[in-house]
C-alpha cells in the first residue's frame, strides 16, 4: 500500500511538472508585474547619495551596505510594500525604500571586465554602429548615464561626453531591451 502511494504521488509530481514546464515560456513570454504594476524586474538608479541596503524590507532590518553614491544602476528584483528588493552590478542584493531609487536610467560600462587589464576599454562612438568614430574610451565599471536603447547600442553621457555605447558592453540595460 505504501508502494502504491509513493507510484501515485509521483505520478501526480511528474505531471504537474509537464504542465508547469509548459506553461513557463508563456509566462515569461509576458513581463512580470509587481505590487507596484511596473515591470519586474528593471533597471532604476540610486536617488540619494547615501542609501542604506538592508537584508530585510523595513528599518527594522540590519544594513548590510551602504552606497554613498548616488547614480549607481541597480535592478529591482522584488517589492514589497514601499520596498525595493535590488541588485547591483557585482551581484549584491538587499532592500531599499522606494524613495531612495530614481527611474533615471544608467549603467556601469562592462563591470566583469575590472581588472582584466590597462588596456581593456569599452569604446563609446560617435554614431550607433562599430565601425562609426571612437570618440571616448571608458574604463570598465564607470558610470554613465543612458538616454535611451535601440536593443543594440545606448546612447551615454559621462563627464560632459556623449555618445553611443554597445549595450552588449554595459550593466544597466537588459539585452535587446529598447527605450528611449
Request: net charge positive; charged share 20%; glycine share 10%.
Amino acid at each position: 500500500m505504501r508502494h502504491l502511494h509513493f507510484r501515485i504521488r509521483t505520478v501526480v509530481l511528474v505531471a504537474l511538472m509537464a504542465l508547469g514546464s509548459q506553461a513557463v515560456p508563456n509566462a515569461f513570454a509576458q513581463a512580470a508585474k509587481g505590487p507596484s504594476g511596473l515591470p519586474l524586474p528593471r533597471f532604476v538608479s540610486l536617488k540619494a547619495k547615501s542609501v542604506n541596503l538592508r537584508v530585510g524590507p523595513s528599518v527594522d532590518y540590519a544594513v548590510a551596505w551602504r552606497y554613498m553614491k548616488s547614480g549607481v544602476p541597480v535592478e529591482i528584483i522584488q517589492e514589497y510594500d514601499n520596498w525595493r528588493r535590488i541588485r547591483d552590478a557585482d551581484g549584491t542584493e538587499g532592500w531599499v525604500n522606494q524613495a531612495l531609487l530614481s527611474g533615471e536610467r544608467t549603467a556601469v560600462t562592462a563591470p566583469w571586465m575590472r581588472g582584466k587589464g590597462a588596456d581593456v576599454f569599452v569604446n563609446m562612438r560617435r554614431d550607433p554602429q562599430s565601425s562609426s568614430a571612437i570618440i571616448a574610451k571608458l574604463e570598465p565599471g564607470v558610470v554613465i548615464k543612458v538616454g535611451e536603447c535601440n536593443g543594440d547600442w545606448c546612447r551615454a553621457e559621462v563627464e560632459g561626453a556623449g555618445g553611443w555605447v554597445s549595450q552588449a558592453e554595459i550593466w544597466g540595460a537588459y539585452p535587446g531591451e529598447a527605450f528611449k
